[in-house]
């Protein structure tokens, strides 16, 4: 992810999505030699409406001014999702860069955004922020997750998942996690292509990890505000956690992760179990 990257973004972006497209799902004939599969560029920009060469200029991130309207009509053609949509204006329209800024200040977390994790006391809680680096975390959320026995620089889910050979211990469905990871760091590079840090994360996992190359290829953007996480605990054994996150008000780019098992579920006696266990060590 180098210095062009938000340009380069948005025609990857778009190819990855034309290529999904097959010319008879919207209309089209089917027939006639294709060196690529999907939709041609010719092909989006008469469905959406605008020139072939406005087109162009839009793959190869020369269309920093493009309307709303022009965005919103490329999107219908290529069938994007609400997420999709939103990262397609945000790579399409970057902000400015900053010359000459330095890295962004640390992270921190509100003593009273600490004070509500630790009244979880029954709940496995944390907060992540940009790049899904984990800034803080409650007593029950550390027994599962093991925050304090990681090294500061890496408190960081995506470096986690990719570069800890537990992981694929730890997450019975590492495949699914994997995908879901590198579809929200997509969305936060995204938002943030002149951030160093980020940039450098994104580097140091593709040249470390084949498996994140390989999705991050794929161009999949996804938010995970909630969900069901699995997780085989060396001690605890096999967790089932449902899980909400929550946008920190006086912070968006912090968000607080909660997991919620089911009351009296086999995973709350267990949680419990860890908590007391915890406690006791």
């Known amino acids: 992810m180098d210095g062009d990257w938000t340009t380069s973004e948005v025609g990857d972006f778009l190819r990855s999505r ?16 294709r060196r690529v599969p999907g939709l041609r560029r010719e092909e989006v920009a008469q469905l959406a409406g605008v020139s072939v060469d406005y087109y162009i200029r839009l793959e190869q991130g020369r269309g920093t001014s493009v309307s709303d309207a022009v965005l919103d009509a490329v999107a219908r053609v290529l069938r994007l999702d609400e997420t999709e949509q939103a990262h397609l204006r945000t790579v399409a329209r970057p902000r400015p860069r900053r010359r000459g800024a330095a890295g962004r200040p640390a992270a921190r977390v509100r003593p009273g955004v600490q004070l509500l994790l630790d009244s979880m006391d029954r709940t496995p809680a944390f907060v992540l922020g940009r790049g899904m680096d984990v800034l803080a975390w409650n007593a029950l959320g550390d027994a599962v997750a093991g925050f304090t026995r990681m090294a500061p620089g890496e408190r960081n ?9 537990a992981a694929r211990e730890l997450y ?5 996690v994997a ?29 470390k990890s084949e498996d994140f190359r390989r999705l991050w290829a ?12 699995r997780l085989r605990h060396p001690v605890a054994g096999l967790l089932t956690l449902p899980y909400e996150t929550l946008t920190v008000p006086a912070d968006p780019e912090q968000t607080i992760v909660v997991y919620t098992p089911e009351p009296g579920s086999e995973t709350a006696e267990r949680l419990a179990l860890l908590g007391s266990w915890a406690s006791v060590g």
């Open 18 to 33: 034309r290529a999904r497209i097959r010319p008879e799902e919207v209309g089209l004939p089917a027939h006639g030699r």
């Open 157 to 165: 889910m995506p470096r986690q998942v990719f570069l800890d050979p």
């Open 172 to 176: 019975p469905e590492w495949a699914a």
């Open 179 to 207: 995908a879901q990871t590198v579809a929200h760091l997509r969305i936060d590079a995204g938002r943030h292509s002149d951030d160093p840090e980020l940039c450098a994360l994104v580097g140091e996992l593709s040249l």
């Open 218 to 229: 794929d161009h999949q953007v996804k938010e995970c505000m909630y969900g069901v996480k």
